[in-house]
Nanobody
Framework: QVHLVESGGGLVQAGGSLKLSCAAS????????MGWFRQAPGKQRELVASLTSGRTTNYADSVKGRFTISGGGALNTAYLQMNSLKSEDTAVYYCNADFLRSGGTRGTSWGQGTQVTVSS
């Protein structure tokens, strides 16, 4: 199984920046893609950005041009650089990994989440 740990959340003023980090640990897997999701109070969890092992990125329309996802060579680490933050970006941010086990089966793991609060 893949264990994910996020860090980097916090309180920031509108217009400011934060960088989230996600570190994957475990053995016997290869990560196919890493993603960042967020969930605001009373709302469904939504995809913010994703990065595949082929370096293809995908962003939610609401963050395009402001957020950038990146990752280490084997995607054992992933980052989300968030600039020009808005109050509507306030949410718990979760790291997600889509991976392939050494036996050939596919799996997905979630981190514990990190709170991002943007004050206006």
């Amino acid at each position: 199984q893949v264990h994910l740990v996020e860090s980097g959340g916090g309180l920031v003023q509108a217009g400011g920046s934060l960088k989230l980090s996600c570190a994957a640990s475990g053995s016997g897997f290869r990560i196919n893609a890493m993603g960042w999701f967020r969930q605001a109070p009373g709302k469904q969890r939504e995809l913010v950005a994703s990065l595949t092992s082929g370096r293809t990125t995908n962003y939610a329309d609401s963050v395009k041009g402001r957020f950038t996802i990146s990752g280490g060579g084997a995607l054992n680490t992933a980052y989300l650089q968030m600039n020009s933050l808005k109050s509507e970006d306030t949410a718990v941010y979760y790291c997600n990994a889509d991976f392939l086990r050494s036996g050939g089966t596919r799996g997905t793991s979630w981190g514990q989440g990190t709170q991002v609060t943007v004050s206006s």
